[in-house]
């Protein structure tokens, strides 16, 4: 069976500090896989997607960037960060343009 | 204005009790439709999908109105495991690809 994986679960980093989490998928090839966030009180929003290595799509201008450097593998990556970049971050997963996605348990970041 | 819109609630209710939520979308090029489930700091996972039918899974029963833009749960039967947020969420083309649109979530609590 399929299971994804995050990391860490929680993380309390200062302002202008680098950020990278870390998101893995077992079980299954190539799929397709999304960094989301979700501030409190409000609804999931999607920043990255990515269909295969090295393909990377943005939804909205930011201070963060996505990699997908093994098939399986996506991180989410900060050079400063900012007070607005704390959230709950989403990893998910769906085979190919599948309707459902899959969640991994998340990173709680809280920027001080 | 949001594309996908909830009553945040919180809706308390009694065990055995029946309650409903509702869902507005703006996007009439939304094809398809979910409610997911999000337990507190908790990642969500897939309730339900929404058929234009109507579909029921147990004492859970979702409606679409594809006319309106609107779409339904209705929990009977209330459990206190029922307590959670309720999202609603639509699918819909976006740049090549299919996107979910999440809703900030209605809240539910089941007291004894």
């Known amino acids: 069976s399929q299971t994804i994986h995050q990391w860490p679960a929680t993380l309390v980093q200062p302002v202008g500090s680098p950020l990278s989490l870390e998101c893995t998928v077992e079980g299954t090839s190539n799929p397709n896989l999304y960094w989301y966030r979700q501030a409190a009180g409000r609804g999931l929003q999607l920043l990255f997607y990515s269909v295969g290595i090295g393909q990377i799509s943005s939804e909205v201008p930011q201070n963060l960037s996505a990699s997908r450097p093994q098939d399986r593998q996506f991180i989410l990556s900060s050079k400063k960060l900012l007070l607005s970049d704390s959230g709950f971050y989403l990893c998910?997963?769906?085979?190919?343009?599948?309707?459902?996605?899959?969640f991994g348990p998340g990173t709680r970041l809280l920027v001080l | 204005r949001k594309e996908v819109e909830q009553d945040p609630g919180p809706f308390n209710v009694p065990e055995g009790a029946t309650v409903a939520f509702n869902c507005t979308y703006s996007n009439s090029a939304s094809q398809s439709f979910f409610w997911y489930r999000q337990d507190c700091r908790k990642e969500p996972k897939l309730l339900m999908s929404?058929?234009?039918s109507g579909n029921e899974d147990g004492r859970f029963t979702a409606q679409l109105n594809r006319a309106s833009q609107y779409i339904s749960l209705l929990i009977r039967d209330s459990k206190l495991s029922d307590s959670a947020t309720y999202l609603c969420?639509?699918?819909?083309?976006?740049?090549?690809?299919?996107?979910?649109?999440f809703g900030a979530g209605t809240r539910l609590a089941v007291h004894p």
């Open positions: 969420v639509v699918r819909r083309p976006s740049g090549g690809y299919n996107k979910l649109i």
């Open positions: 998910a997963w769906s085979v190919g343009g599948a309707e459902t996605q899959y």
């Open positions: 929404v058929y234009s």
